[in-house]
């Protein structure tokens, strides 16, 4: 299975349809997106291109291939307007064997674990930080922010594919973290 898994769209159109660019041009077999649709929460700015009907447009043009995790900044009403499920605090997903918990990161997160077992990944956006981390018995990852990245991080993305997580910026482009 191929996944690219992103976070923190915030609202933004502009970012929103580049990721989907990405998307069409990577072509997996699902979009995970860790929480922040469409609100961009009282702590940030608003982000460049920011148009939140926009975003609900073009997502729900694809809820067929989307699944999503709430985030903090996500709300019943969102619900309302999405086509696909995003209530969820958590999704639980097993690619190739490996246990992913896929979370937005402000409930569960590197300081407060789900339950997990060894060997388990811990999956969240959150912090708008790209980052992997082996805690020994267990990896925690986050595949940064699309819209609004923080300490100077790219905007970005993940992808899955062939038991393997590479970060990606929105052009496309491989990125270290």
């Known amino acids: 299975m191929k996944l690219m898994i992103a976070s ?16 069409n041009d ?5 979009l995970l997106l860790l929480g922040d649709i469409l609100y961009h929460g009282p702590r940030n700015d608003l982000p460049r291109g920011y148009n939140p009907k926009s975003v609900i447009a073009m997502l729900n043009n694809i809820k ?9 900044c996500d709300a019943e009403v969102d619900q ?6 995003i209530m969820a605090d958590y999704s639980i997903l097993d690619l190739d064997g490996r246990i992913i918990f896929a979370t937005h990161g402000h409930i569960y997160n590197e300081k407060n674990l789900p339950p997990m077992g060894k060997c388990d ?3 969240n956006g959150h912090t708008h930080i790209p980052k992997c981390v082996s805690h020994g018995d267990y990896t925690y990852m986050n595949p940064g922010s699309v819209s609004i990245p923080k300490e100077g991080s790219h905007h970005g993305y993940m992808v899955y594919e062939d038991s393997r997580f ?6 496309g ?5």
């Open 173 to 177: 482009n491989i990125v270290s973290i």
């Open 8 to 23: 923190d769209i915030h609202g933004s159109s502009l970012y929103c349809e580049e990721l989907l660019k990405r998307y």
């Open 26 to 30: 990577e072509k997996p077999d699902k």
């Open 64 to 72: 067929d291939e989307i699944i999503c995790v709430r985030g903090n």
């Open 166 to 171: 590479i970060w990606r910026d929105l052009d």
């Open 80 to 85: 309302m307007v999405l086509d696909f499920p």
């Open 121 to 123: 990944i811990l999956l």
